[in-house]
């Protein structure tokens, strides 16, 4: 099972960058689809980013594409998320996910989760 700790959240201004970092333990890693989902205070949690198991495909919500991309190191059991541009509305809590399946390029089914890394945006 692949356990998941996120770093890099924090306090930024509108308009600045932050690079969110998620590191895993477990012999796997590199087999699963990873990603990133975000909740902000009396809202649900929502889908912000993907990446497939080998890192070829990517996928990102609406909201972020063009201002975020996520990235991982195999060798370094790491993925991030690079957020540019940001805004007070991409304030949440930033959680990891993993999928429960390997080798899959989508992430259909997270099963594995951090512990979340806070995010806020001042404007």
């Known amino acids: 099972q692949v356990q998941l700790v996120e770093s890099g959240g924090g306090l930024v201004q509108a308009g600045g960058s932050l690079r969110l970092s998620c590191a895993a333990s477990g012999r796997t890693f590199s087999w699963y689809a990873m990603g990133w989902f975000r909740q902000a205070p009396g809202k649900e949690r929502e889908f912000v980013a993907a990446i497939s198991w080998t890192g070829g495909s990517t996928s990102y919500a609406d909201s972020v594409k063009g201002r975020v991309s996520i990235s991982r190191d195999n060798v370094k059991n790491t993925v991030y998320l690079e957020m540019n541009s940001l805004k007070p509305e991409d304030t949440a809590i930033y959680y990891c996910?993993?999928?429960?399946?390997?080798?899959?390029?989508?992430?259909?089914?997270?099963?594995?989760w951090g512990q979340g890394t806070q995010v806020t945006v001042s404007s």
């Open positions: 996910a993993a999928d429960s399946e390997p080798f899959r390029s989508n992430l259909d089914a997270p099963n594995s």
